[in-house]
């Protein structure tokens, strides 16, 4: 670890080795606010996309994936910057994008998400593997790539990758389902929004910094109809021996947490929480040689890793390594 701090002191994220690859997460972007003109802006957001766009090649970055809360107030005018920066990663690198609360309504309504990414957009690409149709006709809640799925190879290795809403309703999860099914000869990742946080819902603000916390049992969206995220967790992840990874966002009074459950059929899952405002994105860099997943939060802004936080002292929630066997399977 020493020798990666040592590199890092120049500003730039080491270069990853031969055999190796890059995944990378973005955290909640929902962070707009007028420029020096007045006109909206998100520079976070913009500096993120350029860095991974910039980084493609140096960094062996072979997917991305946006856990969420896009935008900050569901409207036209963040939309249109929203794709506007995203864009960039268009026909360049695979990559899914995360329906968070605030990219839909209570009910459950991402008709302006889906009219900015749809899945017309991403039909043409290889990796792209559809997304969940809903059966009713009508698609404005939960269909037309509010929940998708991607399939890429990296390091020698296929892998099937699967972007669910916020509070997935269990038609979805009957359709995430089938994908995982379909695809269990391949390693499989979830992009939820929410997953990790306080296990009950927060009666006072200090509950959302101080209570216990863990995968959550309270929602947010779909009504009724919604699953919170642990039992999106026992409805459907768990029954999945290829599922290895759930990433997601959401919870920017927890920030950064992980947790590792076993699934059914006793396949270790690793959940990883990022939702860091202006700290930065992760980048989970497979190391298939040494069956590890460095998992680096790393600031583009300032050229530097995320030590430590206000809300999370901890340096072992931002810079870690996870084990995972990718040899001899």
């Known amino acids: 670890m020493a020798a990666?701090?040592?590199?890092i002191e120049a500003g730039e994220l080491p270069t990853a080795p031969d055999g190796s690859f890059s995944i990378v997460v973005i955290p909640d972007t929902q962070h707009y606010k007028p420029d020096q003109t007045g006109a909206l802006s998100n520079p976070l957001f913009d500096?993120?996309?350029?860095w991974i766009v910039s980084n493609l090649d140096s960094q062996r970055i072979a997917f991305v994936s946006h856990v969420g809360d896009i935008v900050d107030l569901n409207n036209n005018e963040q939309w249109a910057l929203a794709k506007r920066y995203m864009d960039k990663l268009h026909g360049k690198v695979p990559y899914g994008i995360t329906v968070g609360n605030h990219?839909?309504?209570?009910?459950?309504?991402s008709s302006l998400f889906q009219s900015v990414f749809p899945k017309s957009g991403f039909e043409k690409f290889d990796w792209y593997a559809g997304c969940f149709e809903n059966p009713?006709?009508?698609q404005t809640v939960s269909g037309n790539n509010a929940n998708s799925a991607q399939l890429f190879e990296a390091g020698g290795?296929?892998?099937v990758y699967l972007h669910l809403e916020c509070n997935a309703p269990n038609n979805v999860l009957a359709w995430a389902d089938s994908v995982l099914e379909d695809n269990r000869e391949k390693r499989a990742i979830i992009t939820t929004h929410m997953d990790l946080g306080p296990r009950d819902k927060p009666k006072t603000a200090e509950d959302y910094f101080d209570a216990p916390k863990g995968r959550m049992t309270w929602k947010k969206r779909h009504g009724e109809r919604g699953n919170s995220s642990q039992e999106m967790w026992e409805k459907c992840f768990r029954k999945h021996p290829n599922l290895f990874l759930i990433c997601s966002g959401d919870q920017s009074r927890t920030q950064a947490m992980r947790m590792m459950t076993k699934g059914d059929h006793g396949n270790k899952v690793h959940s990883l929480l990022s939702d860091y405002g202006s700290g930065g994105l992760?980048?989970?860099r497979f190391l298939p040689s040494s069956d590890q997943i460095e998992v680096r939060t790393w600031d583009p802004v300032k050229g530097a890793l995320c030590e430590s936080t206000k809300v999370v002292a901890d340096r072992d929630q931002h810079q870690f390594?996870?084990?995972?066997k990718m040899r001899g399977k």
């Open 4 to 7: 990666l701090l040592v590199e």
């Open 47 to 50: 500096r993120w996309t350029d």
């Open 103 to 109: 990219d839909m309504t209570g009910a459950g309504d």
């Open 136 to 138: 009713s006709g009508d």
């Open 157 to 159: 290795m296929k892998f």
């Open 282 to 284: 992760r980048v989970m």
């Open 321 to 324: 390594t996870l084990e995972y």
